[in-house]
């Protein structure tokens, strides 16, 4: 896919993520991996239902500004999941609702926030990993996020949003739509007892799907 149709396509999930709620004002950051080992991500303090795929932040292989506006702040966060994850080809990294209150809620496992709760969030998300509290653009993030060495495409920040990895950037929208959706079950039907998918549902799953699941063992 050309570097142009990348450049549009994420001024077109943006827009489609603000208006519907899932990330308000200036917050949140797209970016995509390009071929040359170089990627674009949104720039620092700017909408993402009003991006400009002209002023897109041209980064190269190590992170350096090339072309375009500043970047986001975030860029750390970024580079780890690209480091960890050799098949990400896009990150979305939202303030959506109802997954920020999902990270802060007490009761939730770090090694995994969410419940096996239905199918396309097991087939999209997999478990997904609670990352400790740390300021907006911190690099001491990305050492949190290289410690969960690869194993994980949807990570939470507490306190802060929800980070999704995916190989397309459809595929890395989806998926984040898809944990925002479930979070907001979550808190729906909490205290209610509800019926999540059974060990041998999730088995079924990850055989039909070739679902990767992280390794609790240890």
Same mark, same amino acid.
């Given at each position: ?20 709620? $899932? ?60 480091? @960890? ?11 959506? @609702? ?57 990570? $939470? ?47 079924? $799953? ?13």
């Amino acid at each position: 896919m050309s570097e142009t149709k990348l450049r549009e396509d994420i001024c077109r999930f943006g827009r489609s993520l603000f208006e519907r709620g $899932l990330t308000p004002g200036s917050s949140g950051n797209i970016s995509v991996r390009l071929d040359d080992g170089g990627w674009l991500v949104t720039p620092t303090n700017a909408s993402l239902g009003f991006l400009d795929p002209g002023k897109m932040s041209r980064l190269d292989a190590n992170g350096k500004l090339v072309s375009g506006d500043a970047p986001t702040k975030e860029v750390p966060l970024h580079t780890a999941l690209y480091q @960890t994850r050799s098949a990400a080809r896009a990150v979305v990294h939202l303030h959506s @609702t109802h997954s920020v209150a999902l990270s802060m809620l007490p009761e939730i496992d770090p090694r995994a926030v969410l419940p096996p709760m239905t199918a396309y969030y097991m087939m999209k998300c997999a478990p997904t990993a609670l990352v400790p509290y740390y300021r907006p653009g911190d690099p001491a993030v990305a050492d949190a996020i290289k410690g969960l060495a690869g194993q994980y495409s949807s990570v $939470l920040l507490a306190n802060h949003g929800p980070v999704v990895s995916g190989d397309t950037l459809e595929g890395a929208v989806f998926a984040t739509e898809e944990l925002e959706e479930t979070a907001k079950l979550y808190l729906l039907l909490r205290g209610l007892n509800p019926r999540y998918l059974s060990p041998e549902q999730v088995t079924d $799953l990850t055989k039909t799907f070739g679902l990767v699941l992280p390794d609790h063992s240890h």
